[in-house]
């Protein structure tokens, strides 16, 4: 049996993964992103690419979700989330990853 059969890992979230999905979304209802494209590829592409930027915020408990809750509230923290995430726009705006 391997390791990852042996434990619960659907416990182990990443908070980030929803504050950068969230940020991915309003930044490309902005008009000024209406040039971007939107396939699936660029999309997973832009939010795999913001996440890379940011500081992930994994949790497995209760506990642990309000832990994350109080570092997202960090206006640094938002600060960097937007800026990953307009970056990632913008690399895939540059050079699109689909054919």
């Not at 994350?68 to 995430?85: E, L, N, R």
């Not at 990632?88 to 689909?98: C, D, G, L, S």
Request: hydrophobic share 40%; with cysteine; proline share 3%.
């Amino acid at each position: 049996m391997a390791f990852a059969d042996k434990y619960d890992f659907e416990l182990l979230k990443n908070e980030s993964e929803k504050l950068v999905l969230e940020e991915l979304g309003r930044q490309l209802d902005d008009p000024k992103a209406e040039d971007v494209c939107r396939c699936n590829t660029c999309i997973v592409d832009m939010a795999a690419m913001a996440l890379n930027m940011v500081k992930p915020l994994y949790r497995v408990s209760l506990l642990g979700t309000q832990y994350a809750a109080q570092a997202m509230s960090d206006k640094a923290y938002a600060t960097g989330v937007k800026k990953g995430v307009a970056n990632a726009i913008e690399k895939v705006r540059k050079n699109p990853a689909h054919d």
